[in-house]
């Protein structure tokens, strides 16, 4: 177990419909990353919050959206789901500045149909 | 051109031997490099961290990096069948604990 918690693991929804990705963060770490995982992406940064403030933003889509709440987990919130949303979206925690990377959760694989 | 390419694999060696697997990158600004190690149905898990240019080495994994050639590699020796896995390399301008620019990966399966 990493110590970073994410719900649900797995997710089925149709096209067109909103859904919501929780982070928990591992215990004292303030930052937060999102990343999503395809088959023929590869891993791709979407956004950093860092004590609830938004640090970094990547190729993250406009139906997408995210924030960090005052108890520091985190949110993602996929809408208008498209068949090509669906994917592995990784949550990952640490602590700045480390020269350590972080650590990652185990994912929510999102299927849309 | 992607800013990081990784050869695709897959690759199948048996156990015992030298695993070699390298990545290319584009954006001279890199400055941190790291390999994630991943297992089916779990996140990437950091395996070795390297800053600029320079060897590295933990137990049986050594990472080179080569800035000049905009290459790194990360070897395995004696190789097991619990290294098997998708490892990812990345890299970071600013810091590990930055945005990382990520391979697409590589998995690995070592024949016992």
């Known amino acids: 177990d990493s110590g970073v918690t994410q719900t649900p693991k797995h997710l089925i929804t149709a096209t067109g419909q909103r859904v919501t990705l929780r982070c928990s963060p591992r215990s004292g770490d303030l930052s937060v990353y999102w990343y999503q995982q395809s088959l023929d992406q590869g891993l791709q940064f979407l956004i950093q919050?860092?004590?609830?403030?938004?640090?970094a933003k990547g190729n993250i889509l406009e139906r997408f959206s995210a924030q960090q709440f005052p108890d520091l987990h985190s949110e993602l919130n996929l809408s208008s789901l498209e068949l090509g949303d669906s994917a592995l979206y990784f949550c990952a925690s640490g602590t700045a500045p480390s020269t350590y990377g972080y650590t990652f959760g185990s994912g929510t694989r999102l299927t849309v149909v | 051109q992607k800013e990081v390419e990784q050869d695709p694999g897959p690759l199948s060696v048996p156990e015992g031997a030298i695993v070699s697997l390298n990545c290319t990158y584009s954006n001279s600004a890199f400055q941190y490099f790291m390999w994630y190690r991943q297992y089916s149905r779990k996140g990437p898990e950091l395996l070795m961290y390297?800053?600029?240019?320079g060897n590295k080495e933990d137990g049986r994994f050594t990472a080179q990096v080569d800035k000049s050639s905009k290459y790194i590699s990360l070897f395995i020796r004696d190789s097991q069948p619990s290294d098997s896995a998708t490892y990812l390399c990345?890299?970071?301008?600013?810091?590990?604990?930055?945005?990382?620019?990520f391979g697409k990966g590589i998995t690995l399966s070592v024949r016992p």
């Open positions: 990345a890299m970071s301008v600013t810091g590990a604990n930055s945005k990382l620019t």
């Open positions: 919050y860092y004590n609830g403030e938004e640090r």
């Open positions: 390297t800053y600029s240019s």
